[in-house]
């Protein structure tokens, strides 16, 4: 189709000016629906993605379709229930050239390790975990598992450093960021980065020795090792690596001999340029009884500090994952799950996949409905919660004052943000009309009444305000 080949070579344009995994996040799934002189509608899958191509890369994509000849006098962005996908061959090669933002700040392109063309790096995450790809032909590739990808990489930003670095490091291993040390909190994606370098590597080199291994695991094997006087051979089966990489390293604390043997592997594979990459869920000074020598070592590359991923993030790793099993939720539900679920991304795949499991069992759609009474997610009120911490977390939301908030002025940019306080006094904490009128400076109670009317029903229509309320909230009970 003609319309599909010009978007193709748009998308071709974007591509070489975005970052690999905005481009995979934003862009990937986008399709031109309408060509006219007047308009050019461009297909979305999500409020997500049409917001922020709206807002971030408006000018981009207006300015990439006027080199492909098309000068609309509007572009309008339209959710479609289902995107056409081609993940065959094009859609591949196009993915082929993986550079970031981040790589191209420093150096120039790919030396040693530069991709292949038949680089399989496209495992995306609609292949189902178990879908045969990595052959165990080596015994040391067993840590890796293939379900971990960059393309299933949810990007926001808590972990598009992250991310980026990466994806630098998938690109050139051994040249920068080495070792590359990744640390933060439970189920917020540490593993399925490393291991999604681990996986890109072992397609494009897949000679190459590249090693996974949780600090649990390994201190087990080296354990065994001592015991069984194999130290030689644990030694040099890790010392030989082409990558080491190395998931929860902190379990390497207090124990002291197998300090010393990481201390002499690490030596050996950094001098020799060989990739190290490390997780932990600290900083490297903040892991108790880590001799000092290797807390130098592992700061002595690239660390990065991954946070839980915010809410706008949250919400589309829950709808990516959805899209993974077929199914489109609705916004409603996204943003339910996104908002029960805050800091554990397991937890939160967790959720959403008992959902599908029993929506499937019986034939239903998932509903919002069916979600809370499901999934029984008691967000926890802080009993402290008072209506001036409302108003204040309100009023710094929408960046104004508080004195603004509650006083007399009449201007629309503090009507909102007024009545959005109201709302949330009467949501979050019960309160009566009256005591909210009065929080608020109002003498009238009937002014609550209404703003808390008005944004309930806005509420449904307008996604950025729903945005907004969500955000609050998070702040308050966080
Ligand atoms: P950690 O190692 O930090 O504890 P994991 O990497 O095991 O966390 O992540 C937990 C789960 O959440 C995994 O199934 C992972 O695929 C998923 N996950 C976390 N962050 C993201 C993200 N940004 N995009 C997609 N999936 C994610
Ligand atoms: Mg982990």
């Known amino acids: 189709m003609q319309e599909d080949a010009l978007w193709q070579a748009v998308l071709g344009e974007i591509e070489l000016s975005v970052s690999r995994g905005n481009f995979v ?27 922020q191509l709206e807002r971030k890369y408006g000018d981009l ?43 191209q700040d420093s150096e120039g392109p790919a030396e040693s390790f530069q991709t292949s063309p038949a680089t399989p790096v496209m495992v995306t995450a609609k292949k189902s975990s178990n879908a045969g790809g990595l052959t165990l032909t080596h015994s040391y590739r067993q840590g890796l598992n293939e379900r971990y990808t960059l393309d299933g990489f949810v990007v926001g930003g808590s972990n598009e450093l992250a991310f980026a670095a990466c994806q630098a490091v998938a690109d050139r291993p051994g040249t920068k960021y080495n070792p590359l040390f990744l640390y933060g909190g439970v189920g917020i994606g540490k593993t399925h980065l490393i291991q999604a370098v681990g996986n890109i590597l072992t397609a494009k080199h897949p000679d ?19 015991r069984f006087r194999k130290t030689a051979a644990f030694a040099g089966h890790y010392r030989t690596a082409d990558v080491l990489i190395v998931d929860d390293v902190q379990f390497i604390a207090g124990k002291e001999k197998m300090q010393e043997e990481f201390f002499h592997t690490f030596n050996a594979l950094h001098q020799a340029n060989k990739q190290i990459i490390i997780s932990a869920d600290k900083p490297p000074k903040d892991i108790p009884t880590l001799e000092d020598r290797l807390k130098s070592r592992f700061s002595g590359g690239m660390s990065i500090d991954m946070q839980a991923p915010d809410f706008e993030t949250r919400c589309a790793i829950a709808q990516t994952k959805a899209q993974a099993h077929g199914i489109a939720l609705d916004r409603e539900l996204v943003e339910y799950l996104a908002n029960s679920i805050q800091t554990n991304i397991r937890e939160l795949e967790g959720a959403l996949n008992q959902l599908l499991a029993y929506c499937e069992v019986r034939n239903l759609a998932p509903s919002l409905n069916i979600a809370s009474g499901l999934l029984n997610v008691n967000r926890t009120r802080p009993k402290h919660l008072s209506a001036r911490q409302i108003i204040e977390r309100t009023a710094k939301h929408f960046q104004i004052p508080v004195e603004d908030i509650v006083g007399p002025k009449r201007d629309k940019d503090i009507v909102v943000p007024r009545q959005v306080a109201m709302y949330m006094l009467r949501n979050e904490l019960k309160l009566s009309f009256p005591k909210i009128a009065r929080e608020l400076g109002r003498k009238d109670h009937t002014t609550a009444i209404h703003s808390v009317d008005k944004i309930d029903r806005e509420v449904r229509l307008d996604a950025t305000l729903r945005m907004a309320i969500s955000e609050i909230r998070e702040h308050l009970y966080a």
């Open 25 to 51: 996040t934003w862009f990937k799934n986008t399709s031109l629906v309408k060509n006219s002189d007047e308009t050019v509608v461009i297909g979305v899958a999500n409020i997500f993605i049409k917001q």
């Open 61 to 103: 994509i207006s300015q990439t379709l006027a080199k492909n000849g098309l000068s609309p006098k509007l572009v309008e962005y339209r959710i479609v229930s289902s995107v056409p996908s081609s993940p065959s061959s094009p859609e591949a090669s196009r993915h082929r050239s993986p550079s970031t933002d981040f790589a």
């Open 208 to 226: 190459a020795k590249i090693l996974y291994i949780s600090m649990e695991q390994f201190v087990q094997e080296f354990v065994d090792a001592l």
